[in-house]
């Protein structure tokens, strides 16, 4: 029996999807009350503290077998305890965040599905049939979801070029500094 290799593109895409997916739609929101030079200190804090705990765990996963989890690792060093207070951390961001695709998807569909079909469509049923073709993907295969999410993180990309392309020729320092 031949077992196929993950490919590792496909799983550097789900982990940017993953990490680009909420950002890029919470991020200009949620800064933009600290304008431009205030925007970009909260990025790059954001990004080294990114950065710095991706590197512990790297660190702590080399002094584990292959195959030892999260759980594992957390129970092992910081004991039962924060192992228990990690574990919902854990679920409470996973539940919000399938709430919130699920609720922000289902919206999109529901809207797109109504002017497909010249009508209104509900919330809920827009919310179901999201969940119902995501549910799907993932239920098929891995090597599906990791086909969507390069098709998706590639579109973001594009969109996000050809979205400040234009904006960048006409940005200028004294307005994104406020020093007019």
């Given at each position: 029996m031949s077992t196929k290799t993950p490919s590792l593109f496909g799983g550097a895409m789900i982990i940017a999807g993953t990490v680009?997916?909420?950002g890029m739609l919470a991020n200009?929101?949620?800064t933009s009350g600290?304008?431009?030079a205030g925007s970009l200190v909260v990025l790059l804090y954001t990004w080294f503290s990114m950065l710095s705990s991706g590197l512990m765990i790297l660190e702590v996963n080399t002094h584990y077998p292959h195959g030892a989890s999260f759980?594992?690792?957390v129970k092992d060093l910081l004991g039962?305890?924060?192992n228990i207070i990690n574990g919902v951390a854990v679920a409470f961001v996973l539940y919000l965040l399938t709430y919130a695709y699920i609720f922000v998807g289902g919206d999109l569909t529901a809207k797109g599905i109504?002017?497909?079909?010249?009508?209104e469509i509900s919330l809920s049923v827009g919310q179901l049939v999201f969940f119902g073709i995501l549910a799907f993907c993932v239920w098929a295969s891995a090597r599906l979801v990791d086909r969507f999410t390069s098709?998706?993180?590639g579109g973001?990309?594009?969109t996000f070029i050809w979205a400040t392309g234009g904006l960048i020729a006409d940005a200028k320092m004294p307005v994104l500094f406020d020093t007019q």
């Open positions: 680009i997916g909420a200009p929101t949620a600290v304008w431009f759980d594992t690792m039962p305890v924060w109504g002017s497909a079909v010249g009508g098709i998706l993180i973001m990309v594009l």
